[in-house]
Structure formats: C-alpha cells, structure tokens
C-alpha cells in the first residue's frame, strides 16, 4: 500500500469518525438503531454466506447463481404469501401463514439448488475450476431471466403482517419487530447449522467428504449423497433467507438475488471461505458497517448522501482484509492435502 493510499484510508478511519462524533449529529439512540439495522442486514448477509460457504467447502466451487436461489424462494414465498393474505388466513393465523410461506420460499429454493447441481455443475465436477465458475453466471442467469419470463418484471410487494408491526422494548432499546425477528431467526438457524455440521452424522461425513472425496467414498461415504445433501441446506437457508428479506424490505423482483448474493459472498470471503462460523461473522460484520459506515466514516469528511457510498465502504473493506489477512478473519478451512 502507497503512503498516499495509507493516508487516506487514515483519514476516513480516524478523523472521519472524529469530526462527526464531535459535532454530535447523531444521538446514542441513532447508533444503536443504526446498530441494530446492520445486525439484522448482517442476518441476512449470513444466511446466505452460509450456502456459498458450504458448496466451496466441499467442491471447491464459488456457487454465483446462490444469489438467484435466494430470489427464486423469496419470489415463490410471494405468491404464497399473497393468498393467504387475500383469503384472510395470515390475518387469523399470522404464525402460521408465515411458517407456511416459509416452507413454500425454502422448498422451492431447494428445489433450484438440487437442480443446479443435478443439471449444471455434477457433469462438470472434474473439470477446471473455471468452467464451473461460467457454468455458475450462465445459471444466475438463466434462472433470472426465467422468473422475469414466469414471473413479470415488476415489484411485487409482500402484505403486511399485522402482528410484526411496531417494535418491542428489549433492555431500554426500541427494537422493530421485523428486525427482532430476523436476527433472532437467523442467529438460531446458524446456531443450529453449526451444531448439525459438528455432532451429527451427516456433518461429520460432510467434513470427511470437504477434506477428500476419494478417501471419503473409500470409507464408504456416499459423496454425490453428501454433496446433494449440502445443496439441500444451501438452498433452505437462501430461501428463509429470502422471507426474512421480505419482511424487513417487503419488495421482491427478479434480479434481487445480485446484489445481496454479492454481498453474501463477500461476507464468506470476510470470514474466511468454507469456514462456516467465518461465514456468520462476516455477514454480521458487513453488516454492522454498512448500516454505521456512511455516518461514522464518510459524513465526517463532509462527503454529500454518504448513504449511498455505503457498497463502496463494503468493498473497501473485503480489498483491506484481503490485503491484510487474504484467507479472511477466522481463515479459509483447507485441507493439508489440498494446502
């Protein structure tokens, strides 16, 4: 890094957050809203990390068309959720309405998920890792297109649920329900992940098969099994990934899948790709700093709509981490063989 670069990037992390906390634009109770938005963004970021993280831990592959299974659940979960509104059962029912719009948005990303693989990326397993990578944006593609063709174009917009309306008071701290309920959600669903990946049978064979297929499938572990199996989990946290999305930002479109998909599989390169607690904490960590960033870094500096500089302090960050510790914060889970 040049002196210049060194400067500047002092600048925005020293007196940036000097000059606004000084002036005292925002209040106590404005970072921890700020904080509480990015941990629930984080949420999300997470969750989906979570399916880029898996699929690299045992094929070595970066998944890009994972954003466009995150979209096709949220989208699907839409229509589900639109009729049970419109028949009056998520107003009765709301707890209900939203498990089963869940199990229709994960069921259906599933379903893509198991196809990707099936169609898209089991022929080419022993191929060069670049052709996989194309083979991934051909599918992103292709599945957007496919759900603008099926779909419609335009915003469809996820019915209000009356009970997740209003916040809560947790610990002094006004906290929106849809916020509450993503975090909490998502930190259960990543809890839950870890303990299936670390005690249960299928995780410690998942493991086996990251390390070395070849070994594995001599111990008798069915690899495309695990593989289908890690799919599977993938596609189901992109899909409550999705109706947790909606509950927090309400609208869904074709091409929603790009952009939170980038920062997903920014975050897993932050925490350390194929490693799945580094996955958890990336996301969080983007997060957190894309909700305080602008504020605490840019509006310092005296930068206009610093809000809308906020991809920029994202990626700032993934290049500084990069440079820094390349295999991200908890380091990337590679085998001794592989290594």
């Given at each position: 890094?040049?002196?210049?670069?060194?400067?500047?990037?002092?600048?925005v992390?020293?007196?940036?957050?000097?000059?606004?906390?000084?002036?005292?634009?925002?209040?106590?109770?404005?970072w921890?809203?700020?904080?509480?938005?990015g941990l629930?963004q984080?949420?999300?970021?997470a969750?989906?990390?979570?399916?880029?993280?898996?699929?690299?831990g045992?094929?070595r592959?970066?998944n890009?068309a994972?954003g466009?299974?995150?979209?096709?659940g949220?989208?699907?979960?839409?229509?589900?959720?639109?009729?049970l509104?419109?028949?009056?059962?998520?107003?009765r029912?709301?707890?209900?309405?939203?498990?089963?719009?869940t199990?229709v948005?994960?069921?259906?990303?599933?379903g893509?998920?198991?196809?990707?693989?099936?169609?898209?990326y089991r022929?080419?397993?022993?191929?060069?890792?670049?052709?996989?990578?194309?083979t991934?944006?051909?599918?992103?593609?292709f599945?957007?297109?496919t759900?603008s063709?099926?779909?419609?174009?335009?915003?469809?917009?996820?019915p209000?649920?009356?009970?997740?309306?209003?916040?809560?008071?947790?610990?002094?701290i006004?906290i929106?329900?849809?916020?509450a309920v993503v975090?909490?959600a998502?930190?259960l669903?990543?809890?839950?992940l870890?303990?299936?990946?670390?005690?249960?049978r299928?995780?410690?064979a998942?493991?086996?098969?990251s390390e070395?297929?070849?070994?594995?499938?001599?111990?008798?572990?069915d690899v495309?099994?695990i593989?289908?199996r890690?799919f599977v989990?993938g596609?189901?946290?992109?899909?409550?990934?999705g109706?947790?999305?909606?509950?927090i930002?309400?609208?869904v479109?074709?091409n929603?899948?790009?952009?939170p998909?980038l920062?997903?599989?920014?975050?897993?390169v932050?925490g350390?790709?194929?490693?799945v607690?580094?996955?958890?904490?990336?996301?969080l960590?983007?997060?957190?700093v894309?909700?305080?960033?602008?504020?605490l870094f840019?509006?310092?500096?005296?930068?206009?709509?610093?809000?809308?500089?906020?991809d920029a302090?994202?990626?700032?960050?993934?290049v500084l981490?990069?440079?820094f510790?390349?295999?991200?914060?908890?380091?990337e889970?590679?085998?001794?063989?592989?290594?």
């Open positions: 890094m040049t002196v210049t670069a060194a400067l500047a990037v002092l600048a992390l020293v007196y940036g957050p000097f000059r606004i906390l000084q002036a005292g634009k925002y209040s106590s109770e404005n921890l809203d700020f904080i509480v938005f629930a984080g949420s999300l970021y969750l989906i990390a979570l399916g880029y993280t898996l699929v690299y045992i094929l592959m970066i890009f994972h466009e299974v995150f979209m096709c949220a989208f699907t979960g839409y229509f589900a959720a639109a009729a509104d419109g028949s009056g059962f998520m107003d029912h709301p707890l209900v309405g939203l498990l089963a719009v199990v948005a994960a069921s259906t990303s599933i893509v998920a198991v196809l990707l693989e099936r169609i898209a022929p080419l397993r022993r191929a060069p890792r670049l052709v996989p990578l194309i991934a944006i051909g599918a992103s593609l599945l957007q297109y759900v063709g099926l779909y419609g174009s335009g915003l469809e917009t996820y209000d649920v009356d009970v997740l309306k209003g916040d809560w008071q947790i610990l002094g006004g929106l329900k849809t916020q975090i909490a998502a930190v669903i990543m809890l839950s870890y303990a299936f990946v670390q005690h249960t299928t995780g410690r998942m493991r086996a098969v070395d297929k070849d070994t594995a499938a001599l111990m008798g572990i495309d099994g593989i289908v890690t989990l596609g189901a946290l992109a899909g409550v990934a109706v947790l999305h909606a509950l930002y309400k609208q479109v074709f929603m899948g790009f952009q998909g920062k997903a599989f920014t975050a897993a932050l350390g790709i194929g490693n607690p580094g996955a958890m904490l990336g996301g960590f983007l997060g957190v894309e909700s305080i960033g602008p504020g840019l509006e310092g500096l005296g930068i206009p709509a610093a809000y809308q500089l906020k302090i994202a990626f700032t960050l993934l981490v990069l440079i510790r390349p295999t991200g914060i908890l380091g889970r590679v085998s001794e063989k592989r290594a």
